[in-house]
């Protein structure tokens, strides 16, 4: 039976943003702008040639409420789906992280602790492994799915990569939401707090943001994108390969 | 440090005598009682409070009604299955854990205090503070060294240094090393001059 909180495609958008705003994170992701007007999911979902199935499944991920149904996904889907990851880290590198760096330097201008200094480099480096991981995605991962995607509808790409696959992607990935809860536990519980206060508290917002974002973004890509990507790859095996 | 009862239930002596041997050298174990039946199993249960039962898991099979209603009625005590044959995992998934045979004494050390100390009745206080040897662990761990390195200095298994890590990661919510290294800094474990 339906309940009332499901997301269905008559759902309206504006509704479900009112109670879950950081759905506002996802339209971004898929380059959808405010204001929705009365748009339901359908009608947004046609307006942007969004298959619905994929998009109330992201909608569901954003509303926490846990599990994927199983999703009949086509070629088209994955090249939406590699759309709205790039736009994603866009929004990481671009925004947030930059957000970030400049919190932690503000906050170490006002407490002269020794570890602030310590914890400007710990975020620093991490953003450069962040930075790293999302390269490797919008190089070669991303570039290897349209591959797979024109491959399933026999139309040329400039690369062939015949000697990649989605398990040395697989093989790649490592986790980069660890390092965000490791800072947001030394500010929360161990770094002495000395005039930041305002400060710190802005920077635990934005690293929850960032946080819910990249968990929802990992499982896009572990439980959707490569799922779909395998299947692509299984269905048009390159011969020789 | 807070003592332990232990009763080992297996109806091989080699296997009885053999982990009661070693468990005896075990710091904090006060006592190990080893029986062969369930039904002796049970009678203890009845007169004594015990941490934990290191179990054959070919009882789960054949008493199955009567560990679930033990389990229901010590709901403190851990349950680990002692492993030296291939068993379902549908068998060892009711247990808390389970310790291999082959094990060594350091990992089985290791293992037995994991699951003794994830007691959930302590307060949170007690959880959160770090052991003496797992404070020894994470200050080697910010200056740098490997967990090898780590495991030569302080004459334990690597694998001991691993399961110090994990509590480590456990109590403090911080799993990188160079997020653990911060911490060490705010706990005057390490000073700057270290790192």
New interface residues.
């Given amino acids: 039976m339906k309940s009332k909180n499901d997301v269905h495609p008559d759902s309206k958008l504006a509704e479900i943003i009112i109670n879950h705003p950081y759905i506002i994170l996802m339209l971004e992701h898929f380059e959808i702008s405010l204001p929705v007007q009365d748009l339901s999911i359908s009608q947004i979902c046609e307006k942007y040639s969004i298959n619905k199935a994929l998009f109330i499944a992201f909608t569901n991920l954003y509303c926490n409420k846990k599990g994927i149904p199983p999703l009949k996904l086509t070629a088209d889907d994955a090249l939406t789906i590699t759309r709205f990851l790039a736009t994603s880290h866009r929004y990481y590198s671009e925004q947030i992280y930059p957000e970030i760096t400049q919190l932690i330097e503000q906050m170490s201008l006002q407490n002269n602790h ?2 602030m ?3 400007s480099v ?1 975020f620093a ?1 991490y953003f450069k492994e962040v930075t790293a991981h999302f390269d490797y995605e919008n190089q070669i991962f991303h570039p290897y799915v349209d591959c797979l995607v024109a491959r399933d509808k026999g139309t040329a790409h400039k690369e062939n990569y015949m000697d990649y696959s989605v398990s040395q992607y697989q093989d790649h990935h490592d986790d980069i939401e ?2 965000l ?3 947001k ?2 500010l929360i ?4 707090v000395h005039n930041d206060q305002l400060i710190r508290r802005k920077l635990l917002f934005l690293l929850s943001e960032v946080e819910f974002d990249l968990n929802i973004h990992s499982k896009i890509e572990e439980l959707i994108l490569i799922p779909l990507a395998i299947e692509l790859e299984n269905k048009n095996k390159v011969v020789g390969k | 440090m807070k003592h332990t009862h232990i009763i080992i239930l297996d109806d091989a002596p080699v296997i009885r005598e053999g982990l009661k041997s070693i468990l005896d050298s075990l710091r904090n174990v006060h006592e190990v009682t080893t029986v062969s039946t369930f039904d002796e199993l049970t009678h203890l249960l009845k007169h004594k409070d015990y941490q934990m039962v290191l179990i054959n898991p070919h009882y789960l099979h054949s008493h199955q009604n009567q560990l679930q209603q033990l389990r229901s009625q010590h709901s403190n005590i851990k349950w680990i299955g002692v492993q030296y044959t291939v068993f379902p995992e549908e068998l060892i998934g009711k247990l808390d854990g389970m310790v291999d045979v082959f094990d060594n004494q350091d990992t089985l050390f290791a293992k037995l205090n994991k699951w003794l100390d994830d007691n959930p009745n302590e307060t949170s206080q007690n959880k959160e503070s770090l052991t003496a040897r797992e404070t020894d662990v994470l200050r080697l761990l910010a200056m740098g060294k490997s967990n090898k390195e780590i495991a030569d200095e302080l004459k334990i298994s690597t694998n001991t240094v691993i399961t110090h890590r994990k509590n480590i990661s456990q109590k403090t919510g911080i799993k990188s090393v160079s997020g653990l290294t911060i911490y060490a800094v705010t706990q005057n474990l390490i000073s700057l001059d270290d790192y």
Wanted: aromatic share 12%.
């Fill in positions: 020794r570890e200094k310590l914890v710990f480096d660890i390092k809860t490791d800072l536990n030394l519980k161990y770094l002495p």
